[in-house]
């Protein structure tokens, strides 16, 4: 004799899976395996893991978080550590890792140190405190190991416990100076990232061993140095100010600015505004990161566009798999730059001369 299905729960029954088994005429463990997305539930039939699903939003069941924890003696969180939660880079890179977390069940607890030292040790202590099971950290320094498996976005030093997903800086160098060399730049300017940024250092280095290879002149007063600890174009345009003032001076000027990042080539393009210096006119400006507002400044930026959605993914998916233990995964993962070339971008002056004068 088939058991018949129940007419439902009762008003102020408790909802419970034997209520869901009872209700759907199913054990209790194969509606706790579709609802917890467990190991083994595709051999359910969609049709019955559909049934399941639609039964629980009916009646408004959710699996105890708490009883999942319990049994399987995890907490199914992470945490997430970034400078400044309205940054660009880090919102792109965070959405990367939120589509994974979310698809594995995985909830995660965010957390802006601002760059402060005090905020820096604080803050891994308090989310171990609530049993987060590893740390992915976007462009910030870590001093020491933890005691969870860690993976950092543009992390760059060698911690033990930590995996770092880095892009490939040598490669995005190339693909900036060789585009200006192209063009015919042969004067060259640089902005200098802070000692706070963790890309800063190598990302310097690339450029110099770039600009070198292709005997470009590497000029002091044609670099600037980035010293304040913000995420809006303000980081560039008070250098740039400074920069530009320097160059009015110079005998040899430079036709293009080579900036640390998107923001601040927004903030360095304003300043050549302010000082009726057109772009790429007069100055070609390059960014670096490609966030969403690049496209859509005036000019829009030719700039370095990072995978930071990928890059956010793959640390994520690297951290569930060192959380559960599942192979190995190298010290360093790099990521591949690609250059997007818009309008901010054009040949020096006197290059679109020559070419006029021998048409």
Same mark, same amino acid.
């Given at each position: 004799m088939t058991k018949r299905k129940s007419s439902g729960p009762q008003p102020g029954q408790t909802i419970s899976l034997r209520t869901l088994g009872e209700y759907l005429n199913l054990s209790p463990a194969t509606i706790s395996l579709v609802l917890n997305n467990a190991a083994g539930v595709r051999s359910i039939p969609q049709e019955t893991r559909e049934r399941v699903r639609e039964a629980a939003k009916l009646f408004d069941y959710r699996p105890s978080f708490y009883a999942r924890s319990l049994r399987k003696g995890q907490t199914f969180s992470v945490g997430v550590l970034v400078p400044d939660l309205t940054d660009g880079y880090a919102a792109q890179v965070l959405e990367g890792v939120e589509d994974v977390l979310m698809e594995e069940g995985y909830f995660y607890f965010i957390a802006s140190h601002r760059r402060r030292a005090d905020l820096l040790e604080e803050y891994p202590r308090l989310l171990l405190s609530r049993s987060v099971e590893g740390f992915i950290t976007i462009d910030t320094t870590l001093v020491h190991e933890l005691s969870v498996p860690v993976v950092s976005v543009a992390g760059h030093r060698k911690i033990a416990g930590v995996t770092n997903v880095v892009l490939d800086q040598v490669r995005a160098a190339e693909l900036i100076l060789r585009h200006l060399h192209q063009l015919g730049h042969r004067?060259?300017?640089?902005?200098?990232?802070?000692?706070?940024?963790?890309?800063?250092?190598?990302?310097?280095?690339?450029?110099?061993?770039?600009?070198?290879?292709?005997?470009?002149?590497?000029?002091?007063?044609?670099?600037?140095?980035?010293?304040?600890?913000?995420?809006?174009?303000?980081?560039?345009?008070?250098?740039?100010?400074?920069?530009?003032?320097?160059?009015?001076? /110079?005998?040899?000027?430079?036709?293009? #600015?080579?900036?640390?990042?998107?923001? $601040? %080539?927004?903030?360095?393009? =304003?300043?050549? !505004?302010?000082?009726?210096?057109?772009?790429?006119?007069?100055?070609?400006?390059?960014?670096?990161?490609?966030?969403?507002?690049?496209?859509?400044?005036?000019?829009? /930026?030719?700039?370095?566009?990072?995978? #930071?959605?990928?890059?956010?993914?793959? $640390? %994520?998916?690297?951290?569930? =798999?060192?959380? !559960?233990?599942?192979?190995?995964?190298?010290?360093?993962?790099?990521?591949?730059?690609?250059?997007?070339?818009?309008?901010?971008?054009?040949?020096?002056?006197?290059?679109?001369?020559?070419?006029?004068?021998? #048409?």
């Open positions: 004067r060259i300017g640089f902005m200098r990232g802070g000692s706070h940024s963790s890309d800063a250092d190598e990302r310097w280095e690339c450029l110099m061993k770039v600009a070198r290879d292709l005997k470009l002149a590497i000029r002091p007063e044609w670099h600037m140095q980035l010293e304040l600890k913000v995420s809006t174009p303000e980081l560039g345009y008070m250098p740039t100010v400074e920069l530009l003032n320097q160059r009015a001076r /110079l005998e040899e000027q430079f036709t293009a #600015l080579v900036c640390y990042n998107d923001i $601040a %080539a927004i903030g360095a393009i =304003r300043a050549m !505004r302010e000082q009726h210096i057109r772009v790429p006119e007069d100055i070609s400006v390059v960014g670096f990161d490609d966030i969403q507002a690049a496209a859509f400044q005036n000019p829009s /930026l030719t700039t370095i566009r990072q995978p #930071l959605r990928n890059m956010g993914a793959t $640390a %994520a998916k690297i951290l569930l =798999r060192r959380i !559960r233990t599942q192979g190995s995964d190298p010290e360093t993962v790099p990521m591949i730059p690609e250059l997007v070339i818009r309008e901010s971008t054009a040949p020096p002056k006197v290059v679109r001369g020559r070419k006029a004068a021998s #048409l």
